[in-house]
């Protein structure tokens, strides 16, 4: 079994309420010249590593699900930073099994996997779904969980280093391809911004 892995960072800040983000796509290299990129979102959750972040409760219990009402989010959200503290010890957010810890697999799932053709060209990128592996690594290949774990390392970017593209992408991957087509047309990997594969935001 191989690990890869990456330092993420999430910042609270208050007044206003909301949050940075740090860090940068997983490069999961199983065979030469094959890699596999775990991006900063997924399918239906842009914010997919602080949304992570909140849904888990890093004390092991179990959050309560209990609706919020808009005039109680400010209060919620403190009280949930506040409440965080971030084990040292590997907390499952996802694995195969469909067992996703304490987020279920259909509130939140895993991040969006992309490959590309071309490592050096955008525009073949295409997702790559757990239990897919096999069509781009060989029989045996898969990816097996998703953890987070509490660590005071600082975060190095360094993903430009291997897709030098990210620099100058203006739009999505397919921005020239996909103009005037309906959503529904477009496959959700083309429509992935450098956001998806870097973040530095500033809190």
């Keep these: 079994m191989k690990t890869f892995s990456r330092i993420q960072e999430v910042t609270y800040r208050r007044p206003p309420r909301g949050y940075t983000m740090r860090g940068e796509a997983v490069p999961i290299a199983l065979l030469p010249g094959k890699t596999v990129f775990m991006t900063l979102r997924s399918e239906t959750h842009v914010d997919w590593l602080a ?3 909140l849904a888990f409760d890093w004390s092991g219990k179990a959050d309560e699900d209990k609706p919020v009402m808009p005039a109680d989010r400010d209060a919620y959200d403190e009280r949930r930073f506040s409440e965080i503290r971030i084990s040292r010890r590997p ?25 590309f053709d071309d490592i050096a ?20 290949f898969d990816l097996v969980s998703i953890k987070v774990v509490g660590t005071d390392e600082d975060v190095n970017l360094t993903i430009l280093n ?11 991957l397919e921005r020239e ?18 956001s998806a594969f870097i973040l530095d935001q500033k809190p």
């Design 51 to 53: 949304d992570a972040i």
């Design 91 to 115: 907390n499952v957010i996802w694995q195969r099994d469909g067992n996703g810890g304490k987020i279920p697999p259909s509130s939140l799932g895993p991040p969006m996997l992309v490959y």
């Design 121 to 140: 060209d955008p525009h073949t990128v295409r997702q790559v779904k757990p239990g897919e592996f096999d069509r781009y690594f060989g029989k045996g």
């Design 162 to 172: 291997v897709l030098p593209w990210i620099a100058t992408l203006q739009g999505d």
């Design 177 to 194: 391809r996909t103009f005037g087509k309906p959503l529904s047309e477009i496959p959700p990997e083309q429509l992935l911004t450098a």
